[in-house]
């Protein structure tokens, strides 16, 4: 079974804080993709990697950033957590070309 | 921007009746997939259905596609509680790299 695993369910931070998101797939695909979701809103890609170190802006971006130092991990930074940021959090993998994604379970981050 | 755009936002139905939710998107899409995301927890991928595809069946799932009309339905039949859950669809755009994820249609499935 593909598994897509992310380094929290919950997550409480303060207003200015620098806040780590991982993502870890099993399946070595080359997708990943990191989405916040918000009610009536649906989900929103904020940012997109097609391979080790390469990663394309998606829909949402400001105030976030990405690393991708390995194929099986993506990292989601908050440089200055706000409370507008205070969402749940979907990381997806998937092979290029395929529609399908996997996702993992979110976090659900709140800043205060 | 949002591409799909599901109908109703939400359904009410008893435990053995059909289910039915309607999404309809703007542009040219390759394909449009569904995907289950019980409360609080990831989503999960339900079925995929190509653009040159008209209809798609999967167990209880049944999967319709009208390029022409820009919309696509999936039917749920003989329901279970156990289907109570939001449903989105998503389109990935001909040429492009994005899934595009609507707001979903909350189902419930009264026992």
């Known amino acids: 079974d593909v598994k897509v695993t992310q380094s929290s369910r919950y997550l409480v931070k303060r207003t200015g804080e620098k806040v780590f998101l991982e993502c870890v797939q099993d399946?070595?695909?080359?997708?990943m993709f990191w989405y916040r979701q918000d009610p009536g809103l649906g989900l929103r890609l904020i940012y997109f990697?097609?391979?080790?170190?390469?990663?394309e802006k998606g829909d949402i971006p400001e105030g976030y950033s990405v690393s991708r130092e390995k194929k099986e991990r993506f990292s989601l930074i908050l440089e200055s957590a706000s409370t507008n940021q205070t969402s749940m959090y979907l990381c997806?993998?998937?092979?290029?070309?395929?529609?399908?994604?996997?996702f993992g379970p979110g976090t659900r981050l709140t800043v205060l | 921007s949002q591409q799909g755009e599901e109908d109703p936002q939400a359904l009410s139905i008893q435990e053995g009746e059909n289910a039915t939710m309607n999404c309809s998107y703007k542009?040219?899409?390759?394909?449009l997939q569904w995907y289950r995301q019980n409360s609080g927890r990831g989503l999960v991928h339900l079925i995929l259905?190509?653009?040159?595809?008209r209809e798609k069946h999967s167990g209880r799932l049944r999967v319709t596609l009208d390029t022409s009309k820009k919309s696509s339905s999936l039917l749920i039949t003989a329901s279970r509680a156990a289907d109570t859950a939001s449903y989105f669809c998503?389109?990935?755009?001909?040429?492009?790299?994005?899934?595009?994820f609507g707001a979903g249609t909350r189902l419930f499935v009264k026992a």
């Open positions: 259905i190509r653009s040159n595809e």
């Open positions: 997806a993998s998937s092979f290029p070309g395929t529609g399908e994604q996997f």
């Open positions: 998503a389109t990935k755009n001909t040429g492009g790299f994005k899934t595009i």
């Open positions: 990697s097609y391979d080790v170190k390469m990663k």
């Open positions: 542009t040219s899409i390759n394909n």
């Open positions: 399946m070595d695909h080359e997708n």
